[in-house]
């Protein structure tokens, strides 16, 4: 994860098993190779992790 101007944004890796669900939940197109991760998809953030909101 990378924040730039307070926006996070993932680079998944080539083998993140990221199901059709979750990419469709987060607006994420295949052909793109950096996301930005919205606040409103964000439930917490620890050291360790970025829970996403279920919804």
Known sequence: MEVRDGQGYVEPDDD?????VVRSMLNWDDADNTHELRNDDVETVTDDEVRLRSQ
């Open 16 to 20: 993140a098993d990221l199901t059709e």
